[in-house]
């Protein structure tokens, strides 16, 4: 077995579980709001990272559904 290719195999799982647990965890959120808006076309500038964890938290806390915290 070529040491490289391994070694690209066990990088490439690494990011693998990274990106799964980011999404577990919520993390990739923002990235996803971005994807979504640029997506639907809004004429309105998309939030910043900042207003858009604010409004999250704030949505959370207005409307408690089943989550662990």
Known sequence: ???GTALGRARDAARGVAWFFKGVMGENAYAA???????????EPPMTERQF???RTD????NPEGRCC
Do not use: K, P, V
């Open 53 to 55: 964890w604010r409004d």
């Open 33 to 43: 709001y971005l994807e979504h808006h640029e997506a639907s076309h809004c004429s």
């Open 59 to 62: 949505r959370q806390d207005a």
């Open 1 to 3: 077995m070529n040491t």
